[in-house]
């Protein structure tokens, strides 16, 4: 979850662990207006190498294929 501290450090490494593992996830962003969201979601994507699959709301589903994916962790991967 993202709130109103925007993009941190901290953020950016959690991020980056969870596209690691996982290669797709949602994220949701806990701020009330629709441009700050839209533009904390293009800042995430840019910083974190990830492609905007989806935004339904205050959730964005962002992908970021791994080179070497873990097969328990890989959301892809169990999907097949």
């Known amino acids: 979850m993202i709130g109103g ?3 941190s450090d901290g953020v950016l490494a959690e991020l980056d662990r969870a596209l690691k593992d996982h290669e797709l996830i949602k994220l949701k962003i806990a701020v009330g207006d629709r441009d700050l969201r839209n533009t904390l979601i293009v800042e995430l994507c840019d910083r ?3 492609t905007l699959v989806q935004r339904i709301g205050n959730t964005a ?3 970021r294929r791994s080179p070497s994916p873990d097969p328990r962790k890989s959301n892809l991967l169990r999907s097949l």
């Open 5 to 7: 501290q925007g993009v």
């Open 48 to 50: 974190s190498g990830a």
């Open 61 to 63: 589903t962002l992908l």
